[in-house]
């Protein structure tokens, strides 16, 4: 068992998003101190007062943007972090496909700014948020670690060519730490429905849709093809609740401690669900009807996508718990409880 020093120091970039804020919660949680580094370009001061206030602890907040080097490497200084989390990120594949520099710019150059941040005040210790993206099309499954890399939009090239930059960092200086965290599809919220996604306009993502379906602000969710390789023809994912996603890079923060290495674990249950499966499950949990139409394909998706979890389980001890109606129904709390999100939440945080 890896034990949490007590009080040790975490940098969380982008601790205001939604995997970020709950993570914030279960590293408060496991007696970790917690600094958060974020622009809130995507993401709002409210999430981090609920973090808190789920916790029953304080963090540190810092309004920053990652490409300000002089800024970032003063806050992390000032945090006195023995190791980062960088959650901070673009994450919109459409967007990206019009805006290509604006991705490269924050993910990519952002990330060398951090990384010389972090050189320059010698902490050596990186979790980072890929994504299951990284597989391309998939050859196999389920996806293993091993798996080819290929990606097809900007969204998907900046977590390649992050990856492979820390790849190359670690050959240039193997005492580097590094953790590469390969997402399947976040859903759920916490269970005390206090934060959660909040997704910006018309949500891309198929849950935050599907629970805007059953709240009643949109009339159907488009089901995005019905003709796939795939059980009921529709397209196959591996969700995974929040938190235990969250709880995922707690465990690779304690474990990244002992051990100078650079190693990539996918974050994913083995399971997958087809889109009707989501929301008839979707259904069940809210007791309300969620409305479809089925559409054409969606330019870029594939038909199914589920990950070989195993090695998580052997280098972290960690697998998903959490199943498909909790998070269903921790979704749909969050939903009831903000039905817009944290826009209509009335409290502010100064951030300093
Ligand atoms: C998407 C991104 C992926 C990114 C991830 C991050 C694309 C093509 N992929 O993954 O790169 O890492 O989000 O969150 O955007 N669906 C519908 N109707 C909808 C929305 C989705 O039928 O309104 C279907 C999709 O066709 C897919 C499934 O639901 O079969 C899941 O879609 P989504 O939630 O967007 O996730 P991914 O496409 O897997």
Known sequence: MISTKSGQKIFVTGGAGYIGSHTCVELLNAG????????????????????????????????????????????????????????????????????????????????????????????????????????????????????P??????????????????????????????????????????????????????????????????????????????????????????YIHVVDLAIGHVKAVQMLGEQAQCVALNLGTGNGYSVMEMIKAFEAASAKPVAYRVGPRRTGDIASCYAQPDLALQLLGWRAERGLPAMCEDAWRWQQKNPMGYAAAGSVMEPH
């Open 149 to 238: 890399l290929s990606a097809t939009n900007p969204y998907g090239k900046t977590k390649l060519v992050i990856e492979d930059m820390l790849r190359d960092l670690f050959q240039s200086d193997s005492s580097w730490h590094i953790g590469i965290l390969r997402y399947f599809n976040p859903v759920g919220a916490h269970s005390s429905g206090q934060i959660g996604e909040d997704p910006q306009g018309t949500p891309n993502n198929l849950l935050p849709f599907v629970a805007q379906v059953a709240i009643g602000r949109r009339e159907f969710v488009n089901v995005w093809g019905n003709d796939y390789n795939t059980p009921d023809g529709t397209g196959v994912r591996d």
């Open 32 to 147: 970790f101190d917690v600094t958060v580094y974020d622009n809130f370009c995507n993401s709002q001061p409210e999430a981090l007062v609920r973090v808190q206030r789920i916790a029953g602890k304080s963090l540190q907040v810092v309004h920053g943007d990652l490409r300000n080097l002089t800024e970032l490497t003063q806050a992390l200084k000032n945090s006195g972090a023995t190791a980062v989390i960088h959650f901070a990120g673009l994450k919109a594949v459409g967007e990206s496909v019009e805006k290509p520099l604006l991705y490269y710019d924050n993910n990519v150059v952002g990330t060398v700014r951090l990384l010389e941040a972090m050189a320059q005040c010698k902490v050596k210790t990186l979790v980072f948020s890929s994504s299951a993206t990284v597989y391309g099309a998939p050859q196999q499954l389920p996806i293993p670690e091993s798996h």
